[in-house]
């Protein structure tokens, strides 16, 4: 039975904006998400006929799209949203998840790899790179019969990266967008992909209308990847009509067509976090976190998941070497992380959750009195407790290798009581925006990063009121809202 043509306004992603869970007796239970893409969409209202395309991640979700069968999950469990969810069979599925999204295009962006022992592209991989391909044809398909003639299709991230190509070979009459949500390689590093799988990558997002990305710098990367691999054209602001320019690139042009580039800092939700900040769940647990770091103290604060682009294992070597060389701050600072494990379907993920557990346990042993512990590692997910933090921090540590933008350093500064002043990798793509008021690091630097734990936890009142001020005003330019409604609007 053919699907129905009704959605002039489609989005895909991976994960869809609810998640099901399979009771013993057969009942289905939903659990409604969040994030920029939900508050997104609410931003076009229920009557837009808007269609969300989603991939069943477990064996409840699964569950219930064989009960949906093509068509829509029921409305009550989504928030009014119309959304598809695609029962993928769990090989291809995990094939194309873990064995290509998270375990290589990944690691290509978040320049992860030990290059000595890793990558190795063999055969499993190349069973697993048609796994994706046929992943990324099941979105392509779907997208094709949902939407009506001329509709616009927002693509989202790494997941889905052969959409774009596909659905224009399906359904040349939409208008096909693709928005990038992880940093973009620089094209040497980019070339550890195998050359095919290098291009179609490429291929697929240059299918099509417009690539977006958080910030200009993966942008850029992008481009001169396709120029790289590809030997496309890079058309640049103040171009002539045979290109050539030196400014910003503004579109790629390969094989007859041209996608446009656009930039999309996603920013972060100011009327929701101060809102769900100041709930009682919030308070109660500001005031456990204020008693576990005793009154007087300073606290530097970090809330991530243990994924390894988050560079947790030298934040805390950084916080080590600063009560090594700077021992007036022993018994004055505590050290609150939030490490909640991520991806524990994959060994190197144990492996970096234990080595955090571990340094952080070497530090307390070290250095701890019997009224002092340095560092409160906490590893259960909590949002709450996140945002109790995010109330009471002197200091945030945002440290990571390489990041698309990193929503905690927009949100720190939003939700601070007193002032907070922002220790921030260069290598976050919230640098772009937030850098000229954050103290700016090296990721890789352990010495520079316990330098600038010591000139943050100095900084006067006035100044990280000030700071914060300017930084909340940043970090909020685009919410989420606003963002997807000017990726609607660019195309």
């Keep these: 039975m053919a699907v129905p043509r009704t959605a002039p306004i489609l989005v895909a992603s991976n994960r869809g904006p609810v998640s099901y869970t399979l009771g013993e007796d057969g009942s289905l239970t939903a659990r409604r998400g969040g994030g920029g893409l939900v508050s997104g969409l609410s931003a076009i209202g229920p009557d837009a006929g808007a269609v969300w395309v989603c991939a069943a991640l477990g064996e409840g979700d699964r569950e219930a799209a064989r009960r949906a069968g093509a068509s829509h999950l029921n409305p009550g469990d989504t928030g009014g949203q119309q959304v598809r969810m695609l029962d993928i069979a769990p090989d291809v599925f995990g094939a194309a998840y873990n064995g290509v999204a998270n375990s290589v295009l990944w690691f290509v962006h978040h320049l992860l790899y030990q290059t000595p022992v890793e990558p190795v592209f063999d055969a499993e991989f190349t069973e697993q790179w048609a796994a994706y391909e046929s992943y990324n044809a099941a979105f392509a398909d779907a997208l094709a019969q949902e939407a009506v003639d001329d509709a616009v299709v927002l693509v989202q991230d790494y997941h889905l990266a052969l959409v774009p190509a596909m659905l224009r070979e399906r359904r040349p ?54 120029a790289a691999v590809l030997g496309a054209e890079i058309v640049r602001e103040g171009d002539g ?7 910003v690139a503004t579109a790629v042009r390969f094989e007859g067509r041209e996608t446009r580039l656009g930039v999309h800092g996603l920013g972060a939700d100011a009327d929701f976090l101060r809102e769900r900040s100041r709930r009682p769940d919030v308070d109660e647990r500001l005031s456990a976190l204020r008693a576990q770091i005793g009154p007087g103290r300073k606290s530097i604060v970090r809330v991530d998941r243990t994924e390894l682009s988050k560079n947790i ?88 290798i390489r990041d698309g933008m990193n929503l905690v350093a927009k949100e720190v500064p939003v939700v601070s009581e007193r002032g907070c002043a922002l220790v921030l990798s260069r290598e976050a793509g919230a640098y772009a925006e937030l ?57």
């Design 313 to 400: 294992v030298r934040g805390l070597l950084a916080y080590r070497r600063l009560l090594e060389t700077r021992p007036e701050w022993r018994e004055r600072v505590v050290h609150v992380a939030f490490a909640y494990p991520s991806r524990q379907d994959l060994a190197v993920y144990r492996d970096y959750t234990e080595r955090v557990r571990r340094i952080a346990e070497e530090i307390n042993d070290e250095y701890g009195t019997d009224g002092w512990t340095p560092v409160a590692l906490h590893v259960k997910d909590d949002f709450a407790r996140s945002l109790a933090a995010y109330r009471l921090a002197d200091v945030a540590l945002v440290n990571p």
């Design 435 to 491: 850098g000229e008021d954050a103290l700016v690091v090296n990721p890789y630097d352990v010495e520079g990063t316990a330098r600038a734990l010591h000139e943050a936890l100095r900084m006067s009142d006035g100044e990280r009121a000030d700071r914060t001020k300017r930084l909340a005003a940043a970090a909020t330019a685009l919410p989420p809202q606003a963002w997807f409604l000017a990726q609607l609007r660019a195309l």
């Design 241 to 247: 009509e045979g290109g050539g320019g030196g400014g």
């Design 173 to 226: 009459d939409l208008r096909i967008g693709h928005f990038s949500h992880t940093p973009w390689a620089p094209p040497d590093y980019y070339r550890l992909l195998p050359d095919d799988v290098a291009a179609g990558v490429l291929r697929g997002i240059l299918g099509g209308d417009r690539a977006a990305f958080l910030t200009e710098r993966w942008a850029t990367a992008f481009a001169d990847c396709c």
